[in-house]
């Protein structure tokens, strides 16, 4: 897909309570607006004015003009204007065609989207709203029905799959840190390898059900989470080829009890290299030094990891 670009950009919000979400985004890849009061003659004609007539005379004023800036934003907007919602815990967003249609029995307006909704950046990567900025988030607070995204610097970037700038300096530092922990953690002792692997867990709310290094002969972790009660088993070899990999994951299959296993190594010969990056396998899941550098950042123990190879 092409990078986006758009100088506008407006949440609009698909129905009360939602109501519409599903059937614009699922099914008729539709803009939806309602304010059946305003005669839609009026809209397309651009007699704003006389269109202001629909609300009661006693109404205030600075309402009535609130209510109808919405409803000419969602007829005059052009098609190269992007227009988001939030739906299924993800941001969607797309361009609509200029042409707008009442429907016959509740007197809504809709705008056909161009191609469809959609809810990934252009790379295909879900927009997970967990993942988004609160000051984007904050447009879902808004009480009308259409609004625009102060954001959008921040909103391109999400749909173009980018950083920006003050964003992607840090990523930049972050993964020099990664590399610059990768030598470290391959000159680790075995015991300081299968402890770092335990700080990893517990660092993540895991909790070893006995000691490391002395649970079972083919486990040196076993793990449970106090929240799901899912127990998963991790071994620990510093060195490691495929025939050593091939065994454990036999050991594995015969295992009860566990939903997971962790093969976890920081050097890995080349062959199993080329092997973990080519499985792909929920159940029984590879470690390698690049995911324990990254794992070893994020849940902040790149200290400790300093401090033990000093």
């Known amino acids: 897909m092409q990078k986006i670009s758009s100088n506008k950009a407006f949440f609009i919000k698909l129905g009360e309570n939602g109501k519409w979400e599903e059937s614009c985004i699922k099914n008729d890849n539709t803009l939806r607006l309602g304010y059946d009061e305003v005669p839609h003659e009026l809209c397309v004609s651009s007699k704003w004015e006389e269109a202001r007539t629909a ?25 190269n204007t992007i227009w988001i919602t939030f739906h299924s815990n993800c941001l969607w967003w797309c361009f609509a065609k200029e042409e707008i249609r009442q429907l016959p029995d509740d007197l809504s307006k809709i705008r056909y989207v161009k191609c469809k909704w959609c809810n990934t950046d252009i790379t295909g990567k879900p927009l997970i709203k967990g993942c988004l900025s609160g000051k984007l988030l904050a447009v879902q607070s808004f009480r009308g029905t259409i609004c625009s995204v102060n954001e959008l610097n921040y909103l391109l970037h999400k749909i173009n799959g980018t950083s920006e700038p003050h964003v992607a300096e840090a990523e930049e530092v972050v993964m020099k840190l990664r ?13 300081d390898l299968e402890t770092l692997t335990d700080l990893i867990f517990r660092q993540s709310g895991w909790q070893r059900t006995g000691v490391a290094g002395e649970v079972e002969k083919d486990i040196d972790l076993d793990l449970l989470s106090p929240i799901t009660l899912e127990r998963v088993a991790v071994q620990v070899k510093s060195k490691a080829s495929v025939k050593t990999f091939d065994v454990y994951k036999n050991k594995f299959a015969d295992m009860r009890g566990f939903s997971r296993f962790y093969f976890v190594t920081h050097s890995p010969d080349l062959s199993l290299s080329k092997l973990a990056s080519e499985q792909d396998n929920d159940s029984f899941i ?4 690049d995911q324990l550098a990254g794992l070893v950042v994020r849940n902040g123990l790149v200290g400790w990891l300093i401090d033990r190879a000093s």
């Open 55 to 79: 609300f009661p005379s006693s109404s205030d004023q600075g309402s009535i003009t609130r209510h109808i800036n919405q409803v000419r934003q969602f007829y005059e907007e052009p098609e």
């Open 286 to 289: 590879f470690w390698g030094v």
């Open 179 to 191: 590399s610059a922990l990768i030598p470290i953690i391959k000159n680790l002792h075995p015991k």
